[in-house]
């Protein structure tokens, strides 16, 4: 019981601790740029009918089909505890290889220029 009302109290003064620091130290100057409505670098007063690269969005495809896939490997630490680690090992080597292939794939097509 001394241990929880020990961890409560210290985790309600932190929190009450930082929280007064930031609000003593944050730097509330505002300019043009924080007051503008676009914070993504378009600039709000332009063309909204401007081209958007496609190359962004391919980008950043990959970036997700790779991401997602390296996400499969996060359990293999614990999966080498299993009862046959042979099988563990051969499925995660056939994954890494497939995402190398992929990549290589994508690198000789140019997929990962981003100027022409």
């Known amino acids: 019981m001394n241990t929880i009302t ?12 930082l929280t007064s620091l930031n609000l ?19 600039d709000p007063l332009g063309s909204a009918r401007l081209p958007f690269s496609i190359r962004f969005f391919l980008i950043a495809i990959l970036f ?24 563990t090992l051969t499925w995660t080597s056939t994954i890494i290889f497939l995402l190398t292939l992929g990549l290589t794939y994508e690198w000789a097509q140019g997929g990962l220029e981003w100027a022409e």
């Open 64 to 87: 997700l089909l790779f991401d997602l896939e390296i996400a499969l490997l996060l359990p293999l630490p614990w999966a080498t505890q299993l009862q046959s680690p042979l099988t």
């Open 6 to 17: 020990f961890m409560l109290t210290l985790a309600t003064s932190l929190s009450i601790l």
């Open 24 to 42: 003593w130290l944050a730097q509330t100057n505002p300019d043009s740029e924080k007051l503008s409505p676009y914070e993504c670098g378009f």
